[in-house]
Nanobody
Framework: QVQLVESGGGLVQAGGSLRLSCAVS????????MGWFRQAPGKGREFVGL????????DYADFVKGRFTISRDNTKAMLYLQMNSLKPEDTAVYYC????????????????WGRGTQVTVSS
């Protein structure tokens, strides 16, 4: 059974920073790709960024490029999302996700999800 638990969300002023963490437990048959997604009030869930097993490949949504950075520490089974220059429109519940295959943006192809952590950016 794979479990993902996010932490690090909170309230921050515009221009500020937050670092989200995701603790991964359970077993994968192969190294999992990991990703971050978010869902704002009244909107659908959207892709934020992803990273492959080795950490050598990352991909970001255009609206976070240059501001957010994904990283992982496989020795600690942890995934991170460093968020800088936050904007009010970044307010959302942020979800960690994992899949046994390669990294893809399509939400429907991700196998495991955390419960999310709330990020609120005030103007």
């Amino acid at each position: 059974q794979v479990q993902l638990v996010e932490s690090g969300g909170g309230l921050v002023q515009a221009g500020g920073s937050l670092r989200l963490s995701c603790a991964v437990s359970g077993r994968f048959f192969s190294g999992p790709a990991m990703g971050w997604f978010r869902q704002a009030p009244g909107k659908g869930r959207e892709f934020v960024g992803l990273i492959n097993w080795s950490g050598g490949t990352t991909d970001y949504a255009d609206f976070v490029k240059g501001r957010f950075t994904i990283s992982r520490d496989n020795t600690k089974a942890m995934l991170y999302l460093q968020m800088n220059s936050l904007k009010p429109e970044d307010t959302a519940v942020y979800y960690c996700a994992a899949r046994a295959g390669g990294p893809v943006r399509l939400i429907a192809l991700w196998d495991y999800w955390g419960r999310g952590t709330q990020v609120t950016v005030s103007s």
